[in-house]
């Protein structure tokens, strides 16, 4: 809450998903009648069924006997979650376009799986309700900080790592890729894991990328979706 009420300049990237697919069916959740009518209501429906869960986790409206249709989970796959990967919203097929891959956030199993992280997230998103807006959920404020949805592969990417290598795990390495987005070396790390260097990647980029006026307008995001499904900062 420091940074909302500090009110300063900064875009804050969150790697996971803020929505589930709507536009394939026009609903979250087809068939179930409380399927909210956008994000923010599907924000609100996480946490009231999820409010006993300790951490923020959602393991509760993930055992909701409507909800779980719709999820793949551990030695349980929902009658509703569809053959193969599984729904994808709009800006998943644009990241694919970009030779990202993108998983399902209807699916909860693997190493590479955001779903769990995403359900937390829509709790938290529900409680800085007003207090830090989320773009294009929220208008993109003059002055501010604001959250912007991300994935980390994309700075690597675009800073000509090729597909397939996307975690940087050296310091060479990390340094090349900054100055691909006109940042100085880093401070020295103790230790190199994916986690600190896509971070600081990711700031970089975001540093960089935030004055083009083409990210804050991308040609596949409508009214429509930036209500339910919302959009990845990058993905044009």
């Known amino acids: 809450m420091e940074i909302a009420e500090a009110g300063s300049d900064t875009l804050i990237g969150l790697d996971l998903s803020?929505?589930?697919p709507f536009a394939d069916h026009g609903a979250f959740?087809?068939?179930?009648?409380?399927?909210?009518?956008d994000a923010k209501a599907l924000w609100a429906l996480v946490e009231e069924l999820s409010a006993a869960d300790p951490h923020l986790a959602a393991t509760s409206f993930v055992a909701h006997p409507e909800a779980r249709r719709h999820f793949r989970q551990r030695f349980?796959?929902?009658?509703?979650?569809?053959a193969g990967r599984g729904r994808f919203r709009v800006v998943e097929h644009g990241?694919?376009?970009?030779?990202?891959?993108?998983?399902?956030c209807f699916n909860l199993v693997g190493a590479s799986q955001v779903g769990k992280s995403s359900?937390?997230?829509?709790?938290v998103f529900h409680r800085l309700a007003g207090r830090i807006p989320f773009w294009p959920f929220d208008p993109l404020p003059e002055r501010g900080p604001v959250l912007v949805e991300i994935y980390t592969a994309l700075p690597a990417r675009l800073a000509g790592m090729r597909k397939g290598i996307s975690k940087i795990r050296d310091a060479a390495t990390l340094d090349a890729m900054l100055e691909a987005f006109g940042s100085a070396p880093h401070a020295p790390l103790a230790r190199y894991d994916d986690h600190a260097t896509d971070a600081i990647l990711s700031a970089a980029w975001?540093?960089?990328?935030?004055?083009?006026?083409?990210?804050?307008a991308p040609s596949g995001l409508t009214p429509d979706i930036a209500r339910t499904e919302g959009w990845t900062f990058g993905v044009v």
């Open 76 to 82: 349980d796959c929902g009658d509703l979650f569809p």
């Open 18 to 20: 803020p929505a589930f």
């Open 119 to 123: 359900l937390t997230g829509m709790r």
């Open 29 to 37: 959740f087809p068939g179930w009648d409380a399927s909210p009518a």
């Open 206 to 216: 975001l540093r960089a990328a935030a004055e083009s006026p083409m990210l804050w």
């Open 95 to 104: 990241q694919e376009a970009m030779r990202l891959s993108p998983y399902s």
